[in-house]
Nanobody, 116 residues
Framework: QVQPVESGGGLVQPGGSLRLSCADS????????SGWYRQPPGKQRELVAG????????NYADSVKGRFTIFRDNAENKMYLQMISLKPDDTALYYC?????????WGQGTQVTVSS
């Protein structure tokens, strides 16, 4: 059973950086088609970045382009979201998702709070 687990969230000042990680704690399947969504307080969940089939380059939300980078470590079978130049608007619960055998599996989320 695929079970994404996120880590790396926390409190950071505006302009700071964080790296989120996602691992599959339930299986040894390769994390290939995967990505990140986030849900700001009082708002709907939105795509942040993700790997999609038939494309070498991942997709990014316009609001994070140039600041966030998604990448995989195949040796560790983990997926990461490197975030720099963080803004208060980036405050949200960040969810990792993994697509396997036509189904999407979600993690429990990790909180990112950007505040001075």
């Amino acid at each position: 059973q695929v079970q994404p687990v996120e880590s790396g969230g926390g409190l950071v000042q505006p302009g700071g950086s964080l790296r989120l990680s996602c691992a599959d704690s339930g299986s040894s399947n390769s994390i290939y088609y995967s990505g990140w969504y986030r849900q700001p307080p009082g708002k709907q969940r939105e795509l942040v970045a993700g790997f999609v089939p038939n494309r070498d380059e991942p997709n990014y939300a316009d609001s994070v382009k140039g600041r966030f980078t998604i990448f995989r470590d195949n040796a560790e079978n983990k997926m990461y979201l490197q975030m720099i130049s963080l803004k208060p608007d980036d405050t949200a619960l960040y969810y990792c998702y993994i697509v396997f055998a036509g189904q999407i599996y979600w993690g429990q989320g990790t909180q990112v709070t950007v505040s001075s």
